[in-house]
């Protein structure tokens, strides 16, 4: 599998940007994919889940209510709305499948997307 993430960018606080993950070389059906960010010097941690069958989705605390994970199962593609942006969302985001399960341990996910960079201005 082979994914690949792109709508990141600079946006001023407060504003919305969308994230998308399309995946090629196999469906996605039986995966659970997910968001994970990582700043400079810190580890890459959880944003948001969602399972690729029942589309059940669960979010990170620091993002509930604001992110939005959802999927396109036609065109294997997997999304981050990101809704009032602040300055401490700035990261790299990656979208990650995971072959069995959900979660939120980055460890369990199988394959990675390359990222791409959301810069937020206060």
């Known amino acids: 599998v082979q994914l690949q993430a792109s709508g990141g960018g600079l946006v001023q606080a407060g504003g919305s940007l969308r994230l998308s993950c399309v995946a090629s070389?196999?469906?996605?059906?039986?995966?659970?994919m997910g968001w994970f960010r990582q700043e400079p010097g810190k580890e890459r941690e959880f944003v948001a889940t969602?399972?690729?069958?029942?589309?059940?989705?669960y979010y990170a605390d620091s993002v509930k209510g604001r992110f939005t994970i959802s999927r396109d199962n036609a065109k294997n593609t997997v999304y981050l709305q990101m809704n009032s942006l602040k300055a401490e969302d700035t990261a790299v985001y990656y979208c990650?499948?995971?072959?069995?399960?959900?979660?939120?341990?980055?460890?369990?996910?199988?394959?990675w997307g390359q990222g791409t960079q959301v810069t937020v201005s206060s």
């Open positions: 969602i399972t690729w069958s029942e589309g059940s989705t």
């Open positions: 070389g196999r469906t996605l059906r039986r995966y659970a």
């Open positions: 990650a499948a995971r072959t069995y399960g959900t979660g939120t341990d980055r460890n369990e996910y199988d394959y």
